[in-house]
């Protein structure tokens, strides 16, 4: 039982048929014939006399709609539809049935997601239609997954292209901010979060120091100890981080991780104070993965920490300038590999 590839000519370029592709499924020659002269001028049209040869057809080529007629010796539409669903589950179904099949009817809207089903005898005109009017919803979604694409990775550049201004402000940092990034990932999923979740909040964790383009250079680069009135000016990074993230909800979380990246679990921390679980998760993921990097790195005044100082560093900071919970959570990646996989991939 082999499918059989009828070709229809080449449509308009740029119209908004172009390129798409139909799957008509009927045993019956004529029907099969007066599909494929319905849409051919339009789209490319493939034909299929059987089910099964259908589901061999779906394997290896993509389509964009698949019209199926419900009763078929062997795979029935509703089953055809069903595998075509998990196939290629992008591609539209409709389904071609009698009032008869109402309980087979129910079975294909439910287990084989159909877009529409049209009842048998059908009005040409209704059916070219019901085609012309998915095809399009189809292109739009498709035109709209590229925009929200585009858009995405304009603002993933907008946010690099902050930080390496940032980074040219301090520039012994390196990697830093990279490997803050990923440290950061890793613990949200590690903490629970989905990885979409995980990915924004490294991504906004890139922008924690932003606010350090306010800080003078004689402040920020001075190679010494800074004298307590430095240090306070210093300290007013988190919050121009908070003022220069501006109030757009999109940015939310990366004014939480700016503003509360330096605060201590204990409460000895800076801008504001705050205490265990008032402080953002972001801004205590955060602190573990700045400072855990900062210990790493080779700094003007020190030589990087071997990973296993800094790891006994975090031990013994837990419940103090740390979330116990996230140092937990930390020590188990370490102990997976993740943190110096991450150490090892972006060194500066
Ligand atoms: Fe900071
Ligand atoms: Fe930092």
């Known amino acids: 039982m082999t499918a059989q590839l009828t070709n229809g000519p080449a449509p308009t370029p740029g119209s908004a048929a172009a390129g798409f592709t139909l799957l008509c499924v009927d045993d019956e020659p004529d029907i099969v014939d007066n599909l494929f002269r319905t849409f051919r001028k339009v789209y490319t049209v493939l034909t299929a006399a059987s089910g099964e040869a259908a589901v061999e057809l779906l394997k290896s080529r993509s389509v964009d709609l698949i019209i199926s007629d419900q009763r078929m010796p062997g795979m029935t539409g509703d089953e055809v539809l069903k595998a075509a669903r998990v196939l290629q589950p992008e591609a539209i179904r409709i389904l071609l049935t009698g009032y008869a099949d109402l309980e087979s009817l129910v079975k294909c809207v439910n287990e084989a997601g159909i877009y529409k089903y049209i009842t048998k005898p059908w009005e040409p005109e209704q059916l070219r239609l019901t085609v012309t009017r998915a095809i399009e919803h189809l292109d739009v979604e498709r035109r709209l997954k590229v925009a929200a694409e585009t858009l995405k990775d304009a603002y993933q550049d907008a946010v690099t292209m ?50 350090k383009l306010n800080i003078p250079d004689a402040i920020l680069k001075k190679p010494a100890k800074l004298d307590p009135e430095e ?27 700016a503003g509360c990246h330096h605060e201590n679990w204990d409460g000895s921390g800076y801008p504001h104070g705050m205490s265990g679980e008032a402080i953002p998760l972001s801004g205590r993921i955060v602190k573990v993965a700045d400072v855990f990097d900062a210990l790493t790195s080779r700094r003007p005044y020190k030589e990087p920490w071997p990973l296993e100082r800094a790891m006994d560093f975090l031990h013994e900071q837990a419940g103090r300038q740390f979330d116990p919970g996230i140092v937990a959570a930390f020590v188990r990646l370490s102990s997976a590999g993740e943190i110096s996989c991450i150490l090892q991939r972006f060194q500066g």
Not at 164 to 191: M, P, S, W
Not at 235 to 256: C, K, W
Request: net charge negative.
């Open 162 to 211: 902050l930080s390496i201004a940032c980074e040219g402000k301090d520039e012994d940092t390196g990697f830093h901010v990279n490997r803050v990034q990923h440290y950061t990932e890793v613990l949200a999923v590690e903490l629970g979060h989905g990885k979409d979740e995980a990915r924004h909040m490294g991504l906004m964790s890139i922008l924690h120091d932003i606010g």
């Open 231 to 257: 240090w306070a000016v210093m300290q007013t990074h988190a919050e121009h981080g908070v003022r220069i993230l501006g109030d757009n909800p999109f940015y939310s979380m990366a004014r939480e991780i």
